[in-house]
């Protein structure tokens, strides 16, 4: 289908597309193997200026949005959902400080992370904190003109790699979620560390890792926005950030279709292509179509948000449980065309699989979307007076 992009969001994709062929796809199994973090990629997504996307021209960036962070993302996730990941998560430690930072916070991170010199990571999830994102324990206790954090973060995408750290944490612990506010901390601060680094079944190329804050003392001049508003920031970029997963998973999908594609068209039994058959025919013409369907959503729901339109976080959510879902059945269907050679490390089609289920627990688990989508057609429900 065409989606009428413009001459920019296709000059983007298709050098997001060169990339993902000549870069990307020769070191993806390599990658997924060793579990290494990929810095010399990270050099050249810096090189082709994808880490400015979301950054407004004055602080370094293209200025462009939500739409071409997915369009990018999803280029680039054909050929290696894991190794894309390290954009589209420092997008996700940005997305606070370009929502609600200041003027002077803008100026001191906005240019190394546009630039890609730096990479950003977002701290929300704790041990016991989960989809109950509001029930966090890591502290933050005002001290001069400094705030003293402790506590752990985990499963932080990009945790062993940022340099900027985008952390909620509670300022006053009888507010609940209205207790909690947001910090930028700095890799170097005494008190920051990383914990452990953990081993994935998928996005094997990701760093994830515990972060942990021992009297970790941040300047007061690093909180974004007023105490209390950590929740709300925390919420509102998860709102602009869920597409860019839903890109990663249609990557995933679109890229296992492909090779299904492929396979189907060599690959033969009964004297003829299996391709011929009607019953790989179906499953195709299933794969193709929720993958079209997830496409579509995914980009009304990112130029919804780059438009600013009425209630853009129900769409965002639509778009991220949908295309997740879509992307763990389009690649368990993607190996099941490969029959016993799909599910062979020789051959890349089982890794998409392995690499599709993350899409449908992180940034909210599937779970939290469809609660997320409830609330909000029930709130559009009272406001309309029914
Ligand atoms: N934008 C702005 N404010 C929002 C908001 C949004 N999208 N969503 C909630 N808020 C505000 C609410 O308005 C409420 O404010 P008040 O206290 O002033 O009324 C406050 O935040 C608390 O909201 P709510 O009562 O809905 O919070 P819950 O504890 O019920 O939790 C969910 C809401 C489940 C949606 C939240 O915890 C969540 O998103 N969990 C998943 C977290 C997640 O995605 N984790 C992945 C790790 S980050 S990679």
């Not at 413009?6 to 070191?27: G, M, N, S, Y």
């Not at 390290?86 to 992370?113: H, M, W």
């Not at 003109?145 to 932080?156: A, C, E, P, R, S």
Request: proline residues 3%.
């Amino acid at each position: 289908m065409d989606y009428f992009l413009t001459e920019d969001q296709i000059a983007l994709r298709d050098l997001a597309k060169q990339i993902a062929d000549e870069k990307i796809r020769p070191v993806a199994a390599q990658h997924d193997r060793d579990g290494t973090f990929p810095w010399d990629l990270v050099k050249v997504f810096a090189d082709a200026g994808l880490f400015g996307v979301i950054i407004p021209e004055e602080y370094g960036g293209t200025g462009q949005g939500v739409m071409e962070l997915t369009i990018m993302t999803e280029e680039m996730a054909k050929a290696c959902g894991g190794i894309t990941l390290c954009v589209a998560a420092s997008a996700l430690g940005t997305f606070p400080i370009i929502i609600s930072a200041n003027e002077d916070q803008k100026k001191r991170y906005l240019p190394n992370l546009a630039s890609g010199k730096h990479l950003a990571a977002f701290c929300l999830t704790e041990p016991a904190a989960g989809s109950d994102a509001g029930s966090m324990k890591t502290r933050a206790v005002k001290d001069g003109d400094d705030y003293i954090l402790n506590g752990t973060k985990v499963f932080i995408t990009n945790g062993g790699v940022a340099n900027v750290y985008t952390v909620i944490a509670v300022t006053d612990p009888d507010r609940g979620s209205r207790g909690t506010s947001a910090f930028i901390v700095e890799r170097d601060f005494p008190g920051f560390r990383v914990g452990k680094e953990e081993d994935k079944m998928g996005i094997r190329a990701s760093s994830t890792s515990e972060v942990i804050f021992e009297d970790c003392r941040v300047p007061a001049a690093n909180r974004i926005g007023r105490e209390g508003e950590g929740f709300m920031v925390a919420m509102k970029t998860l709102d602009k950030s869920r597409p860019g997963v839903a890109a990663q998973a249609l990557g995933i999908a679109q890229g296992a279709f492909d090779l299904a594609v492929d396979y189907a068209r060599n690959r033969y039994q009964f004297g003829a292509p299996i391709a011929s058959l009607q019953a790989i025919q179906f499953m195709l013409a299933d794969m193709a179509t929720a993958i079209e369907s997830a496409r579509a959503l995914l980009y009304a729901a990112a130029r919804n948000i780059d438009a600013n339109a009425k209630n853009y976080a129900q769409g965002s959510a639509m778009c991220k449980l949908l295309a997740s879902d879509v992307a763990m059945k389009v690649t368990v269907d993607a190996v099941q065309i490969f029959g016993g050679y799909g599910y062979m490390r020789d051959y890349p089609v089982e890794k998409f699989m392995r690499d599709a289920q993350i899409t449908q627990i992180y940034e909210g688990t599937n779970q939290i979307q469809r609660l997320v989508i409830a609330r909000s057609l029930m709130h559009e429900a009272a406001a309309k007076g029914k």
